[in-house]
C-alpha cells in the first residue's frame, strides 16, 4: 500500500477511535446493535373491510405490506402526530407562529431548525419547514406546508458573489416531486428521505442549491382554519404551481436575505407537469400582480417527465385519484358515473387508510378481482374534458426558457404523450408568433424516475447556466436526443434499494466513517 495512503487510513483509525468507536479498553463504547428488517408498523386490515372491499388473500398481503412499508417512512410520526402540522401554536420553542389570514402566500408558521434524528438526510445539509397560505383550483384561501433543504455552503454565481467570491444568499431551485400521495400524512416535508432523497432535492443541497418544496395543497395540512377537508386536486398543474409560489414567497419571508432572488423550477412527473404549469403561469396577464416580486428572478423551468395529459395512460389509478377531490370542484360529480360498485367499495378503503401509490396498485391493478371503473362510460362524462383543461399544461404560453427530459421506456408518462404536448406547444407557439425557448430531451431506455438519474449531469449544468446568465445553447422549439454511453443493455434499468433510517450510534457501523 502506498505510504500516503497509509498514512490517511491511521488518521481514518485514530479519528473512529477518538469518536469511541474502535480502540480496545476505550472508555466510551457503542454496542452495535441489528436493526429489524421488517417495518417500524404493525398495521393490518379489519376483517369487515376486507370482505366490504372483496380482498383476495394475496390483495391483502400486498396492501398490508404497502401500508406498513408507507408508515415505516413517516418522520416524527407523521403529520397527525407532529405538532408542528397544528395550525395553532404547538410544536417546540424554536417555531414561531402567526395568526390566520385571507391572504395566500403569507407565512403562518416557522421551525427554523428541524430535527433530523427521524430524517434520512445527507451529512452537511439542514432542513427547515413553514406552514403558509396558498389558493385552491376555486380561490379559497387555505393552510399548506413546505420544507426548505439548505446546503452546507451556497453555490456563488456571478450573479450572486459578494466580496471575496462568498454568496450572501442560496440560489434556490423551486423543487416539485412526483406523486406521492392524497393525503396528509404523504407530505414529503414528513416523509424521512423528504420522497425523493437523492433523486433530486437531496443532489441540489449538496451542489449548494437551496430547496424550497411545497406538499401541496391537502397533504401535509388536510383540514383548514373551521376544519374542513382540503383534499388534494390532484394533477391541477397550475393550482399546485401557485402553491409552489406562494411557498417561495413565504419562504423567503421567513428566511429573509438567506434565499436569493432568482430561482429555477424543476420538477419530475405530476411536479414535471407542475414545473411547466410554474412557467405558464408567471406567463399569465395576473401574474404581473400576483407574483410581481417573484417573476423578476425566475431563470427557467425543467419539466422531468411531466404528466401533461392526465386521463391518458392507466385511468384505473388516476381516476381514483382525481376523483377525491373533483366533488368540491364539480358539485354534481357523483362516484357512480366513473366507478363500480366494487370501485366504489374500494375507493372508500383507500380513504379510510389514507392510501398512497403503492397501496393503490394494490386495490385498483388487483388482477384478482372485478372491474373497478365503469370502463365503456366514464371517458364520455363531461368531467372527463372539464377537468382535463382545467388541469393539463401545454399549448399555452409561458414563460422561458423550458427544458422537458422524457425516457422512451416510461411506462407512467407515455413518451409518445410527452412528444405531443411538446409538438402542439410548438405548433401552438409557432401559430400565435410567440418566440419563447423549449428544448425536449429524449432520453433513450430510461424509465420513470430513473430518467432524472441518467440526465443529472444535464440537468445540474442547465440549472447553473441560467444562475450564471447564459443563453441556451439551442433557441426556439427543439429536440435533442440523448443515448447511453455503453450499450443500453450494460445498465441497471430501475433502482433495488432505498434509503433506510439508522439515526442512532448503535447503527453507526452501517455507515462506516460516516461519523
Not at 388516476?318 to 366494487?342: A, H, M, N, Q, R
Request: hydrophobic share 40%.
Amino acid at each position: 500500500m502506498h505510504k500516503n495512503a497509509l498514512s490517511s487510513l491511521a488518521l481514518c483509525v485514530a479519528a473512529a477511535a477518538a469518536a469511541g468507536t474502535l480502540a480496545q479498553g476505550q472508555t466510551t463504547t457503542i454496542t452495535n446493535k441489528i436493526q429489524s428488517a421488517g417495518f417500524n408498523s404493525t398495521f393490518t386490515l379489519s376483517a369487515a373491510q376486507i370482505k366490504a372491499a372483496n380482498l383476495s388473500t394475496s390483495a391483502v398481503a400486498n396492501l398490508e405490506a404497502a401500508v406498513r412499508f408507507d408508515q415505516s417512512q413517516l418522520a416524527n410520526g407523521g403529520t397527525y402526530e407532529d405538532a408542528f402540522y397544528t395550525l395553532s401554536g404547538g410544536g417546540s420553542s424554536k417555531e414561531t407562529t402567526t395568526t390566520t389570514t385571507t391572504e395566500p402566500g403569507k407565512l403562518l408558521k416557522v421551525q427554523r431548525v428541524t430535527d433530523p434524528k427521524s430524517f434520512t438526510l445527507p451529512a452537511n445539509t439542514a432542513l427547515s419547514r413553514i406552514l403558509y397560505t396558498t389558493t385552491n383550483l376555486n380561490g379559497t384561501v387555505i393552510p399548506n406546508s413546505a420544507y426548505v433543504l439548505w446546503p452546507f455552503q451556497p453555490r456563488v454565481f456571478n450573479a450572486t458573489a459578494a466580496d471575496e467570491g462568498k454568496a450572501t444568499s442560496a440560489p434556490v431551485v423551486l423543487w416539485s416531486r412526483g406523486t406521492a400521495g392524497f393525503f396528509g400524512p404523504a407530505a414529503p416535508s414528513t416523509n424521512r428521505g423528504l420522497w425523493y432523497a437523492n433523486a433530486a432535492p437531496f443532489t441540489l443541497a449538496l451542489d449548494g442549491y437551496a430547496v424550497v418544496a411545497s406538499d401541496f395543497a391537502g397533504l401535509g395540512i388536510d383540514k383548514s382554519w373551521d376544519g374542513s377537508d382540503i383534499p388534494h386536486q390532484y394533477l391541477a398543474s397550475r393550482v399546485s404551481a401557485r402553491d409552489g409560489l406562494y411557498a417561495l414567497r413565504a419562504a423567503k419571508e421567513a428566511f429573509a436575505g438567506l434565499l436569493s432572488d432568482e430561482f429555477v423550477s424543476f420538477g419530475h412527473s405530476q411536479g414535471g407537469g407542475v414545473a411547466w404549469g410554474v412557467a405558464e403561469v408567471l406567463a399569465e396577464k395576473e401574474s404581473e400582480s400576483n407574483f410581481a416580486d417573484l417573476k423578476t428572478g425566475y431563470r427557467g423551468s425543467i419539466a422531468g417527465s411531466p404528466t401533461t395529459d392526465l386521463f391518458t395512460g392507466t385511468p384505473y389509478l388516476i381516476l381514483p385519484f382525481v376523483s377525491l377531490g373533483l366533488k368540491g370542484i364539480f358539485p354534481s360529480f357523483d362516484l357512480t358515473e366513473w366507478f363500480t360498485s366494487l370501485g366504489i367499495a374500494r375507493l372508500n378503503l383507500f380513504r379510510e387508510i389514507r392510501g398512497g401509490i403503492a397501496e393503490a396498485q394494490s386495490l385498483f391493478l388487483d388482477p384478482t378481482s372485478g372491474p373497478v371503473i365503469k370502463e365503456d362510460s366514464w371517458n364520455q362524462t363531461w368531467y372527463v374534458d372539464a377537468y382535463s383543461r382545467l388541469g393539463n399544461v401545454g399549448s399555452r404560453p409561458f414563460l422561458g426558457p423550458l427544458l422537458v427530459i422524457q425516457g422512451t421506456a416510461d411506462v407512467y408518462i407515455p413518451y409518445p404523450v410527452t412528444t405531443k404536448t411538446v409538438t402542439d406547444t410548438c405548433q401552438f407557439l409557432e401559430s400565435e408568433k410567440i418566440s419563447a425557448d423549449l428544448e425536449y430531451l429524449v432520453v433513450n431506455g430510461t424509465m420513470h424516475v430513473p430518467t432524472l438519474d441518467a440526465t443529472r449531469p444535464i440537468w445540474l449544468k442547465w440549472i447553473a447556466d441560467r444562475f450564471e446568465g447564459r443563453p441556451v445553447e439551442r433557441s426556439g422549439c427543439v429536440t435533442t436526443n440523448l443515448e447511453s454511453w455503453l450499450p443500453l443493455e450494460n445498465y441497471i434499468l430501475t433502482s433495488d434499494s432505498y434509503l433506510q433510517f439508522a439515526g442512532e450510534p448503535e447503527y453507526s457501523y452501517e455507515t462506516p466513517l460516516g461519523i
